[in-house]
């Protein structure tokens, strides 16, 4: 970590500044989910608990995003036809959102910037996931997360008198995002998933677990391709490299294919 982000980390772990706290909701979910104790009745409970939640997570099984072909009518019926997993990392997902708020407008608007430019890279993740034999549920989750580390560096610049370079802090946020979520004891796949760098290098080797136990490796990759697109919409040659191969996407056949996702992924409308 940089001075900045280890001032940040600090300040966080003293309390000298409040830690962005996880919802409730999101919490319990969490929570039961890693302990196998989360059933199709208890995430309803649980979502119950916030209405806003709810009402979303309905919305969405109903858009494009997730493209059922039958109208889902209410949250029973959603967890029932999606699954308790997916809706559960939905959830999780749409709980995120009261956390991006500020006093400061300049702090406002940045913040209002990241979670649109997430819920961006979240629904092409998903779109991409369907395709690339991964849960696409995990696959929303990730890229929501990818630059949460913004989240304690934006709110740590609300609470100063002084203004900052915001342009600067963003270089800052990879190692406070993967600090937060260890404390917001995420697992350890979706831990890493900040330090994902937007230049195509190869996300694996930010996992700190034996090769034998990263099979969920291609999430990574997922988040990794979406954010370098993100990056370079306009790229034509696409170089090679570990993420493409693993994915089974040829350098020559990637800009058409990520056009392809990101306009689905634009017709979602999820937000």
Avoid at 6 to 28: C, F, H, K, R, Y
Avoid at 61 to 89: E, F, K, M, W
Avoid at 117 to 132: G, R, T, V
Avoid at 166 to 172: G, N, P, V
Wanted: glycine fraction near 4%.
């Amino acid at each position: 970590m940089s001075q900045l982000s280890n001032t940040i980390a600090q300040a966080l772990e003293s309390g000298e500044m409040a830690m962005p706290t996880l919802p409730d909701v999101a919490q319990n979910i969490l929570r039961n989910s890693q302990s196998d104790l989360l059933t199709a009745q208890s995430l309803a409970r649980q979502i119950e608990q916030d209405p806003a939640i709810a009402a979303n997570l309905v919305r969405i099984a109903n858009s494009p995003l997730v493209g059922r072909p039958n109208h889902i009518a209410d949250l029973a019926t959603a967890i029932g036809l999606l699954g308790v997993s997916y809706c559960a990392q939905l959830a999780i997902s749409l709980a995120l959102k009261q956390l991006f708020r500020a006093q400061k407008n300049i702090v406002k608007r940045e913040l209002e910037n990241t979670w649109r430019q997430s819920s961006e890279q979240a629904a092409l993740c998903m779109i991409m996931a369907k395709d690339l034999d991964a849960s696409p549920g995990e696959a929303f989750l990730a890229g929501l997360l990818h630059d949460i580390g913004l989240l304690p560096l934006l709110r740590w610049c609300d609470q100063q008198s002084d203004d900052h370079d915001l342009a600067t802090l963003q270089h800052e946020q990879a190692p406070l995002g993967g600090h937060l979520l260890e404390i917001w004891q995420f697992p350890t796949l979706l831990q890493s998933v900040p330090m994902i760098r937007s230049d195509l290098s190869d996300p694996v080797l930010y996992l700190d677990q034996p090769p034998e136990q990263q099979s969920d490796e291609r999430i990574l990759d997922i988040v990794a391709l979406a954010s370098f697109y993100q990056a370079n919409r306009d790229i034509k040659d696409w170089p090679a490299s570990a993420v493409l191969q693993r994915l089974d996407i040829a350098p020559e056949e990637a800009s058409k294919t990520m056009r392809t996702w990101s306009s689905l992924a634009i017709q979602s409308k999820w937000q």
